[in-house]
C-alpha cells in the first residue's frame, strides 16, 4: 500500500520510451500544510548501479519554491513535459547498470523531506548475458 | 519493436548499499561508538588497523559522523592508489572548513616523510588526528577491526531485509571462505551470485515492472 501523500505518476507510459519521445507526467501532494513546503524539485536523470562507483546526471530540472512567488496549490496535479535524450541509453548489464528515472522531491519545514520516484525505460539495448567461461 | 531488457529490483549488494556510510558499522559486543569516542578526546591521534576489506572506512565514516554530532568540526581525505602525499592544499582546505579532527582513510599509503609532516602539522594546530591502517602505524589503536563470519551473516541479513532473498547463508560462508574474510569481497561475490540467479529467475525481455528504488 503507497501511504506517501506524494503521487507521481508518467502519462501512459510505453513499454519503452525512445529517444526523443516526449516524456510527460504529473504529480501532487495531499496531506500537507502549504505553508510547510518549502520547495518541490522535478528531476529526469539517469544513474549507474552495480559493483561500481555510482555516476548519475541530470537530464531535467525545475524548482519550484512556493514562498519566492505565486503560491502553488500541490494538491492539484502539478505537469512536466521533457523531449528524451539520445543517450546514455537503459542498460541492464551485469556489473553496471543504468536507470532513467523521474523523482519528485519535496523539501518541508524542519529539514524534512519526502520523495518519489518513476523508473523508466530508453531504448531498447539488449540485457547482457553472461558469458561461460 | 525490439525487446528491451526488464527492469528487476535492485541488486541488494550494490555499491549504492553497501559503502560506507549506506550501512552502519556492527560493532562488536560490549562495544559501542560512544566508547570509542571516549578513547579519542581533542588533541588525540589513533589509529584503526585492519585488513582490506575489514570495514574500516565503514567505521570511520560511522565515528565521522558521531565526532559530529558531538560538535568536533572533521576534515576527512581519503587515499586511494598508493597516494604517497596528502593532496594539495590539504592543511588550507582544513584551516578553511574550522577543522579540529582530521581523518586519513589509507593512512599506510603515505611515505615515512609525509606520516611525519601530517603528524607534525596536526601537532602545531592542536590537531586531533585519526586514521585507517592496514598494520600498526604506531599511533594509539582505537580498534583493531577482523570481521567474522557471524558479522558478514549480520551485514548481509541487514541488507537483504525486505527483499526477496537470492542468496542465503550457506553462499555468505561460502564467499567469505573464499575471499580469506575479506568482508567487502564477500559482498562483490554475493553481488555476483545474486545477478546471476536474478537472471535465471526472470528471463522475459520487455520491461513491465518497475524496478525497486
Given amino acids: 500500500m503507497n501511504s506517501s501523500p506524494l503521487r507521481l505518476q508518467l502519462d501512459d507510459p510505453p513499454a519503452v520510451y525512445q529517444p526523443g519521445n516526449m516524456l510527460t507526467g504529473q504529480f501532487c501532494l495531499e496531506g500537507v500544510t502549504p505553508a510547510d513546503i518549502r520547495a518541490v524539485e522535478v528531476s529526469v536523470l539517469w544513474n549507474t548501479e552495480g559493483k561500481g562507483e555510482q555516476d548519475m546526471s541530470v537530464h531535467y530540472f525545475e524548482r519550484i519554491e512556493p514562498q519566492n512567488g505565486d503560491p502553488v496549490d500541490f494538491r492539484q496535479p502539478q505537469r512536466f513535459r521533457t523531449v528524451l535524450p539520445n543517450s546514455p541509453l537503459s542498460y541492464d548489464g551485469l556489473i553496471v547498470k543504468i536507470n532513467w528515472l523521474v523523482r519528485v522531491r519535496v523539501f518541508l519545514a524542519r529539514g524534512k523531506e519526502i520523495v518519489s520516484e518513476a523508473p523508466f525505460w530508453l531504448g531498447t539495448v539488449p540485457r547482457a548475458s553472461e558469458v561461460a567461461p | ?213
Wanted: proline fraction near 8%; aromatic fraction near 8%.
Fill in chain 2, 1 to 213: 519493436m525490439t525487446a528491451g531488457p526488464l527492469p528487476r529490483a535492485a541488486n541488494p549488494f550494490s555499491t549504492r548499499f553497501v559503502r560506507p556510510g549506506a550501512i552502519p558499522y556492527l560493532f562488536p559486543t560490549g562495544l559501542a561508538v560512544d566508547t570509542l569516542l571516549e578513547s579519542f578526546p581533542p588533541g588525540a591521534r589513533a589509529q584503526i588497523v585492519g585488513p582490506h576489506g575489514s570495514g574500516k572506512s565503514t567505521l570511520l565514516t560511522c565515528l565521522t559522523e558521531a565526532l559530529k554530532s558531538a560538535g568536533r568540526t572533521t576534515c576527512r581525505f581519503d587515499l586511494h592508489d598508493g597516494q604517497r602525499n596528502m593532496p594539495p592544499g590539504w592543511v588550507k582546505q582544513a584551516c578553511h572548513a574550522g577543522a579540529d579532527t582530521i581523518i586519513v582513510d589509507g593512512y599506510e599509503q603515505l611515505s615515512w616523510w609525509n606520516r611525519w609532516r601530517l603528524s607534525r602539522d596536526c601537532r602545531r594546530r592542536t590537531w586531533s588526528l585519526l586514521v585507517t591502517a592496514h598494520a600498526d602505524v604506531g599511533l594509539q589503536t582505537l580498534l583493531r577491526v577482523a570481521p567474522t563470519i557471524d558479522d558478514a551473516q549480520a551485514v548481509v541479513a541487514r541488507l537483504l531485509a525486505g527483499t526477496e532473498p537470492l542468496v542465503g547463508s550457506d553462499d555468505v560462508a561460502e564467499c567469505f571462505a573464499a575471499t580469506g574474510g575479506n568482508l567487502r569481497e564477500t559482498l562483490f561475490a554475493l553481488y555476483d551470485r545474486h545477478e546471476r540467479r536474478a537472471r535465471g529467475a526472470n528471463n522475459a525481455t520487455v520491461p513491465s515492472t518497475p524496478p525497486r528504488r
